[in-house]
C-alpha cells in the first residue's frame, strides 16, 4: 500500500491527494501511519464506514466479475487468476463501465 500511495505522490506531484478507502487492517498498519506522518498535509486519507460496500467503487467491479463468471468451472486457481485478470483487462478497457461504477447514486456522493 504504501508503493501504491508513492506512486500516486510521484504521479501527482504538484496535488494534494485524497484517497477514499475502507477499513481494511493494511490501511490502519504502521507503515500506513509512518508514511502518512512522512507526508504531512500532502496526502489525506478518507475512510469509508463500516461495512459500507454500496459507498465502494471497487464493489461493483467485483459484481461485475461474479456476474460474469458464475457458473463457471475452474480446474485449478491459475486458471481462475488467469480468467480475472483478462475480466479486468476487458473492464479496463471499457471507460463508459468504469465511469458507471463512479456515477451510481451512492457513490456519486463522494466522487461527483
Known amino acids: 500500500m504504501v508503493d501504491f500511495l508513492e506512486y500516486l505522490c510521484r504521479r501527482y506531484r504538484s496535488k494534494d491527494l485524497i484517497v477514499i478507502?475502507?477499513?481494511?487492517?493494511i490501511h490502519r498498519s504502521q507503515a500506513i501511519k509512518d508514511f502518512l506522518a512522512r507526508k504531512?498535509?500532502?496526502v489525506h486519507l478518507v475512510a469509508l464506514p463500516g461495512y459500507s460496500p454500496e459507498l465502494n467503487p471497487v464493489e461493483l467491479l467485483w459484481s461485475q466479475l461474479k456476474r460474469e463468471l458464475k457458473n463457471?468451472?475452474?480446474l485449478d486457481l491459475t486458471d481462475l487468476a488467469e480468467v480475472l485478470k483478462e475480466?479486468?483487462?476487458?473492464?479496463?478497457?471499457d471507460t463508459e463501465l468504469l465511469v458507471s461504477f463512479f456515477k451510481k447514486k451512492e457513490v456519486a456522493f463522494f466522487t461527483g
Open 40 to 42: 504531512k498535509g500532502r
Open 21 to 25: 478507502w475502507d477499513g481494511a487492517t
Open 87 to 93: 475480466k479486468i483487462e476487458e473492464v479496463r478497457k
Open 72 to 74: 463457471r468451472v475452474f
